[in-house]
């Protein structure tokens, strides 16, 4: 059979290192299998190291969805392709087998990676009981309990018109306290939407819990309003009149000088090497971009403008630019305070990448479904459906300032050379997303 196409070894090293959360240390050039689709590589890291990769159970599903979904269209391409027309009836019902075992053990995994989680978990409180000198029957008498109670706890199925009802719940319970829209909060309505109240057992527990979250932000918004009215209403302190001494002059009153207390000092040092034996430059880390922002923060308050309204040039020119140097850095930080205390103009040259690295990320790109879309509020993933598409997603991976005519020249040698990542991809569909015949 023709093998499944992947994301590159690399590509999914660096992409597991951004969401791992835990504190296990192993190589990850041993653990990750290049064999293996990023959601396979994923639950197979949360078997052995379960700490860290999921934020709860519903990313976990949604990863073992993805895995299963990109399984199902590899299978459907080879029945449609590598099956004569007249043989494809009696291979369906094998290609479904293929796929029921597939399903079964990416689901059984996934249930080792839960149990998996839970012995650790487990293991943990008795080693603190053992410390604290608590009984362990208690602990493991108090977990059967936990599960018992969780599994006779009824699940509410989240439906679109139930994500309707609750947004409308919100913005009544806002607007009947404030008088006021509630359109700049939604965003945290839906983060909340997406990971918290789904986790309630009724549909009366999920309303009590917006309504809480609205009156939580009324009250927060209240607060904010009294500090500011507070701040403006107060009288400015009362100079003591000076003490008038019979017989002598008044004293001269002394001149004051104001000093500008200079901006924090840029970090001298970066975190870690730039240039490693697999990459030749990177991106900076969270840290450094916090560090750096405070510095910028300051610079451009002294300059009498807002960093606020500069996020766009920060992220262009400081976090998700690729650097190979902390001097690099500076230049671009330096470069970027020029550009707004000073006007000057000065244009952004974006990282070129090696010809075949960034040909073979296309090649990914347009091969599965890699775009983030939402229907109805509801998260999709689906293939590119134009050059900007794209475009969007290389710089969405750290790959910003690539032309369309490049992308088009990549899709087009890989084509042409018949690259593995275009086994699942039909003609037309590549023809379509560049507008053009391919030879």
Known sequence: MTPNPVMPKNMQIDFLKRIYKGTANFSWEHEVDSTLSLPENRIALSIKFPNGWFANEIEAKDVKNEAIKEYHDYLD?????????????GMGPIFEKALSDYRYRMERNLERATLRKTITKLGEQLLEAKRMGKPQKDIIEEEKRKDIQEQERPKVRMTDDLKTRLKRLFEATYTKETGKSPSKFLSEFWTELESQIPLLSSEEEMKAAVIDLALEIVGREEARERLKKKELERP????????????????????????????????????????????????????????????????????????????????????????????????????????????????????????????????????????????????????????????????????????????????????????????????????????????
């Open 77 to 89: 391409y080879l029945l449609e392709s590598a099956v004569l027309p007249e043989a494809r009836e």
């Open 236 to 439: 400015p302190p009362e100079r003591p009149p000076k003490e008038a001494i019979i017989g002598l002059p008044p004293e001269e009153e002394e001149e004051k000088f104001f000093i500008t207390a200079p901006p924090a000092a840029f970090p001298m040092y970066p975190e870690k090497p730039f240039k490693t034996e697999l990459y030749p430059n990177r991106s900076l880390t969270a840290s450094e971009i916090e560090d750096i922002w405070d510095v910028f923060t300051e610079a451009v308050y002294m300059c009498g403008k807002k960093p606020d309204r500069y996020y766009k040039e920060f992220n262009a020119w400081i976090e998700n630019f690729l650097f190979d140097s902390w001097e690099q850095v500076k230049s671009n930080y330096q470069n970027l305070i020029d550009i707004i205390c000073y006007e000057k103009k000065v244009v952004l040259v974006p990282r070129a990448l090696p010809a075949e690295v960034l040909d073979e990320l296309i090649h990914w790109i347009t091969s599965i479904d890699t775009i983030e879309d939402f229907v109805d509020n509801k998260k999709i993933m689906r293939k590119p459906e134009t050059i900007e598409d794209v475009i969007v997603k290389l710089e969405q991976m750290g790959k910003p300032g690539v032309p369309p005519s490049d992308v088009i020249a990549a899709v087009k040698r890989g084509w042409k050379e018949k690259a593995p990542n275009y086994v699942i991809v039909t003609k037309q569909y590549l023809e379509k997303l560049l507008g053009e015949p391919l030879e």
